[in-house]
């Protein structure tokens, strides 16, 4: 099989920025940003052969487990935004990812490095894929958009507490809580106000459970600086740890 070239190995997908995507300030939303990134690595994976029905034939799923975005300015309603992304690297399970985000102008806006988990859906253990491609996925190790792996985040040990039940439309089609859904929560547990005077410059999100339909959530804030804010969301039901994030402002 012959080797796939850098142009082959990256995939660009364009939005155009909607009022759906955006906050009451026309300025796009956190979620919606995290959103562009899992569609373009869904675009991506597809296209290469390791997307949602080629992982399938071997029982898998992929799991978005660690993610560190960097946001330099807000896209706002109408902008049209162009997603690069590429699979790096394999760091012993995790199967690492960039991005970087342009607007329409060719400026960089965001960049991003994440780290996948391959699931066996009936064991919910991770595990290495086979085949399908797999020599792809360290053509591009030295290709970086953020040096380093994606955060590793710590227990949140103090904070204000927020009780969040997960819906219907929060599940996605493996059937727990779909990742941008996080994203949302935390930022629902700002005022209108401190939204329109703070605009977020930095995600970094651990994702360490799955959270089923009808799980309800403990999410704890902690607010370390004028400008950092540290989450922790728990699952009410068992107590388990479900993610931890930080924000940055």
Not at 121 to 134: F, N, P, Q, Y
Not at 163 to 179: E, K, P, Q, R, W
């Amino acid at each position: 099989m012959s080797e796939l070239t850098e142009k082959e190995l990256t995939t660009f997908t364009t939005n155009k920025v909607t009022s759906a995507d955006t906050d009451m300030y026309a300025r796009l939303r956190l979620g919606s940003a995290v959103n562009y990134l899992v569609q373009a690595a869904i675009d991506s994976a597809d296209k290469l052969g390791f997307g949602y029905g080629g992982i399938r034939q071997q029982n898998l799923f992929w799991v978005l487990s660690r993610l560190t975005l960097e946001l330099y300015r807000p896209l706002r309603w109408h902008e049209t935004v162009e997603v690069e992304t590429w699979p790096k690297n394999v760091e012993r399970i995790l199967y690492l990812r960039d991005f970087i985000l342009r607007d329409g102008d060719g400026n960089i806006i965001a960049k991003a490095t994440s780290g996948w988990l391959a699931v066996d859906i009936e064991t919910k253990r991770m595990k290495k894929i086979e085949g399908i491609h797999a020599e792809y996925f360290d053509h591009l190790k030295n290709k970086h958009a953020l040096a380093g792996l994606p955060e590793k985040l710590f227990p949140v040990n103090e904070g204000e507490e927020f009780n969040i039940a997960s819906g219907y439309f929060d599940i996605d089609l493996n059937g727990h809580v779909t990742t941008t859904r996080y994203v949302d929560w935390m930022m629902d547990t700002f005022s209108p106000d401190f939204h329109r005077e703070n605009y977020p410059r930095k995600l970094s999100l651990n994702m360490m459970k799955e959270t089923m339909p009808g799980s309800a959530i403990r999410l704890k804030r902690f607010g370390s600086s004028e400008c950092q804010y540290l989450f922790e969301g728990f699952n009410r039901n068992n107590n388990s740890n479900v993610f931890r994030a930080c924000i940055e402002y």
